[in-house]
């Protein structure tokens, strides 16, 4: 290990190597987050610990231990990596995230809409049971209360008749209906009070006879509802009639069990009650069709009652709840004739204190049995009801299917056209453009997969452009190249004279055109030029004027050193031709520019001109002569700040034939200026106007005392500063001689 490294870095590094190694070999990517290297690890080392809880004794035990808490962390760590590649594996592909939305888009909300249904039906079924409980608990209640007052209007017509007294033997011929001689035996008993006293009834059934039972102080003048009497629930009805001074009660009660339940429950299925389970209430009777008879009782009186009511808790702390069933749930029609259980609640009164309170009541029962009850008035409506919501369930299980049919058809095209955009984008990454998808439909996506021909059409296309750009500006490059050699040294030194020259073209290459050309020691050429146009074609014809000013010059020479040869010092050559004429002849710009008129006039198209000004200084007598072929005419600043135009001459080179030009000359004094410039000095544009050949010369005039390469520059960086963020224009060409 390098001592640099820290241990604990050096130990990651070399379990990542082998980590590296486990996987290569099973030719599978090693895992790249933590939890992925931790439950790798962590399997490891289970694998581990069960090779070493081989060794013998209680060490192997130990070893066996640790290995099953590693192993149980190990798994609990893989559970959210399997969700997670389950997830990737199933939402990766496009037809399966489809499928997911749509059981989630159309799916769920049937699901849900039928559960709500389904709950809402069990719900509903449940209270419609419970309805027909209580109304046949009610109908009961009604029956007793008629019974009631039937026996109490006896006995009130018998005191009327007997002047308020009544025997035994009178009460004795009270008559009974053969009903109520039918509910002997399930627990029927009947009271009655004369001003208070019970009278004795022998010629009743003893099981009938009421013993034991008082009037209530809190009944009014009837009442007719559920009681609890020594934790026992009874229907009792209670009339109370005047005959004269006398005042009669009656009492009819009927205990409620499973025999009556059974009656009450015939056709629903089993009610079940639970006594013991109440629920105290202040309101008045909602069940009872009499509650409204009955008096409100005092506060102190119902606390009491509560508190009467409390069960005792037994040892385990629960109250024992006894419970009253009646009837039998009928056996399952079908698979959905599932059981419904709801409860209600029934509300009682209790004997003693008056205390209103609901008892609770569960109605077990069927939807067949529902059913039955609910159309038993007519079962041929029952019946065309039934068949219409199974034909409803067939049309909208076929709409589903049809549905879900349509929508995997939809999905397929879908996922065809994305999986073919997928390959198609494969292929072309790997490079294959004549990679073209098969389109055989009309819709947005087969215009999404035709749109990818024509990309990959275009693509290849523009590659090909490209490459062929590409090579014009290899090309280009060379050309630029070749044309920096053509320029001469931006700074020459020469005896007198000071010369500087800049060229910054538009494009790759320029077509301005400046030359120094030197004659000996004492002599020098200047040349300016723009070629008509811009690129490539400028750029060819400057080369071509160029080559033709440095051949005359060089042709000069060598016809001047060729006839002093031949002359042997004779004025005229061993062809008889005049040295001084040919000197002169080469000397002479305006010559010069006349030769080289006639040369691009017949070597170039029509259109094709150039502007050219031509200029020899002798540093012997500090003239320049010059001659001016429409080239914008270049400027002297003087010592004193004046300005002379260097305009002789005559027009644009090349264009038309046989045109002479004319001569110019001047002398240079010290601190004299030569400034030669193209278009694209003075004509660049912005919101203020032309830069302008007056900017140019004050700049020049300001900064006239610094190297001809400053000046220069500056020209440049005002010329950059007056364009802007524009394009540049046109190619620039300053060239700067200054007499020293």
Partial sequence: MHPMVPKQSYNQSVLRRLEEQFFHLLHRKPPASRLGNSVFWLFALTVGLYVLAWLPGGVGEVFRSLGSLTLLAGVFGAIPLVVRWLR???????????????????????????????????????????????????????????????????????????????????????????????????????????????????????PMQM??????????????????????????????????????????????????????????????????????????????????????????????AVLNQAKTFDKAGKTPVETISGGTL????????????????????????????????????RPSLLYQRLFQQSVLMGTALRIALIVAAIVFGVLQLLALLMASRLSRTITKSVADLYEATHAVDEGNLNYRIQVTRNDQLAELSSSFNRMATSL?????????????????????????????????????????????????????????????????????????????????????????????????????????????????????????????????????????????????????YATLFLARYDAKENMLRYSNGGQLPPLVLRADDSVERLDCGGTVVGLIEGVTYEDGGLQLAPGDIFVGYSDGVTEPENEFGDFGEERMIELIRQNRHLPLSEICSRMMLALDDWIGAAEQPDDITLVLARQR
């Fill in 211 to 304: 013993q034991g039972i008082a009037p209530p102080h809190w009944a009014g003048a009837s009442f007719r509802g559920l009681v609890l009497d020594h934790d026992q629930v009874f229907f009792r009805a209670i009339d109370r009639e005047r005959a004269g001074t006398h005042s009669i009660v009656t009492i009819t009660s009927l205990p409620l069990n499973s025999e009556f339940l059974g009656r009450v429950a015939s056709g629903l299925g089993r009610i079940t009650m639970l006594p013991n389970t109440r629920v105290t209430t202040r309101v008045s009777n909602r069940l009872s069709p009499s509650a409204g008879n009955l008096k409100e009782p005092a506060k102190e009186d119902s606390d009491a």
């Fill in 88 to 206: 990737w594996r199933m939402l990766w592909k496009l037809r399966n995230r489809l499928l997911v939305t749509y059981l989630l888009i159309g799916l769920a909300p049937v699901v849900l809409f039928g559960t709500l249904a389904a709950i809402a039906a069990y719900v509903c079924s449940g209270q419609f049971a419970n309805f027909a409980a209580t109304a046949e608990i009610n109908t009961q209640l009604a029956e007793l209360a008629t019974r009631n007052q039937a026996f109490d209007n006896q006995i009130a017509h018998a005191v009327t008749d007997h002047g308020g007294s009544v025997s035994t033997q009178q009460a004795m011929g009270i008559q009974l209906s053969n009903e109520d001689m039918a509910l002997a035996g399930t627990g029927l008993k009947l009271g009655a009070f004369l001003d208070g006293v019970q009278l004795a009834m022998p010629s009743l059934p003893e």
């Fill in 460 to 608: 290849e296309r523009s590659l090909l452009e490209q490459k062929e750009k590409e090579r014009m500006l290899s090309e280009l490059a060379i050309a630029q190249e070749v044309q920096e050699n053509l320029f001469p040294n931006r700074d020459v030194s020469f005896s007198r004279l000071e010369l500087y020259g800049g060229s910054r073209p538009a494009r790759a290459v320029s077509g301005d055109y400046y030359d120094f050309l030197l004659f000996g020691e004492t002599s020098v050429g200047l040349a300016i030029g723009d070629i008509s146009g811009k690129g490539i074609s400028a750029a060819l014809l400057m080369a071509t004027l160029h080559s033709a000013v440095r051949a005359y010059r060089f042709y000069s020479e060598d016809m001047i050193a060729n006839h002093r040869l031949l002359s042997n010092g004779s004025p005229t050559g061993g062809n008889g031709v005049d040295r001084e004429m040919l000197e002169d002849i080469f000397q002479s710009p305006g010559k010069v520019l006349s030769l080289l008129n006639r040369h691009l006039y017949f070597s170039t198209q029509p259109e094709k």
């Fill in 330 to 365: 009928a056996k399952r029609v079908n698979l959905l004739d599932i059981p419904i259980n709801i409860p209600t609640l029934l509300e009682t009164t209790d004997w003693q204190s008056g205390l209103k309170f609901a008892v609770v009541a569960v109605v077990t029962s």
